[in-house]
């Protein structure tokens, strides 16, 4: 994937408020299972506005949220005040890391791992993961239940515009998926947990959802952000009720140990 490090840009406003947050119980649950203890640190590799980051710092030493773009950066460091202050954000990507940063027992990536070159990736990281340490990749879906039902439609709209970005239509094309690429690296022993719960989101925060997407930002399809919004809302508005949808969502973290 071609690296952009400002491709958030103009998506980093809107995804707090459209991304739904990873579950407490899933951080806890993958922090119980990796050992994490309060003298360890933690590395928040492409951490966007910081929702993992400061989901760990209650079971860690220290929390480095790393990430290309300052805008997600400032959003990410104004979230932490009041809440973590063992939390500390540094501008770069998974192309910058190295044992300068120090070492770590958790590695975290939430929906990042996919825009870095990841066999790269995981060898910058296998000098910079303590022994007895883990890489974790969080990610979420919408499960084939009959409340989902509207999601198929949404996706419809969102992709309909998103293919005008070629980055989304390289991340289409069949490529190794996150598993194979582990299995390929020293991280090879993995264990999957995941959390399944409904969600209620509101109409506005699934709008925003879809400006979170940098495929659908307004560097990146122009004024057709706003036709996106206005078919959404459409959809979106004769399903509601009283502004609000039901989501069932399952969370789930990929763990990966060395073999």
């Not at 860690?60 to 009041?82: F, T, Y």
């Not at 590695?107 to 066999?119: A, C, E, I, Y």
Request: net charge negative; glycine share 8%.
């Amino acid at each position: 994937m071609p690296f952009d490090p400002h491709r958030f840009h103009a998506a980093a406003a809107y995804y707090r408020g459209g991304r739904i947050p990873y579950p407490p119980k899933l951080i806890r649950r993958v922090a119980d299972l990796v050992g994490l203890g309060e003298n360890d640190r933690v590395l928040d590799l492409g951490c966007g506005p910081g929702q993992l980051a400061i989901g760990f710092s209650y079971f860690a030493h220290e929390v480095l949220g790393v990430d290309p773009e300052p805008e997600m950066l400032a959003i990410a460091a104004e979230a932490a005040k009041g809440l973590a202050s063992n939390v500390r954000f540094h501008e770069g990507s998974s192309f910058d890391i190295d044992q300068s940063l120090g070492r770590f027992h958790l590695v975290t990536m939430g929906r990042s791992f996919h825009w870095m070159d990841r066999p790269a990736t995981l060898h910058r990281l296998d000098d910079m993961v303590e022994v007895g340490g883990a890489i974790t990749l969080f990610g979420d879906r919408h499960i084939e239940v009959p409340e989902n039902a509207w999601h198929d439609e949404w996706r419809v709209i969102t992709e309909r515009y998103a293919q005008s970005d070629p980055a989304w239509q390289q991340r289409r094309r069949a490529e190794p998926p996150h598993e194979s690429v582990l299995l390929a690296s020293r991280f090879s022993r993995l264990e999957r947990v995941s959390l399944i719960a409904q969600h209620v989101s509101t109409v506005d925060s699934l709008i925003e959802r879809a400006r979170s997407m940098s495929c659908l930002s307004r560097q990146q399809i122009g004024a057709r952000e706003d036709e996106v919004a206005r078919e959404l809302r459409a959809l979106l508005s004769g399903i509601a009720t009283d502004g609000r949808i039901t989501e069932v969502i399952e969370w789930s973290a990929l763990i990966a140990r060395r073999g």
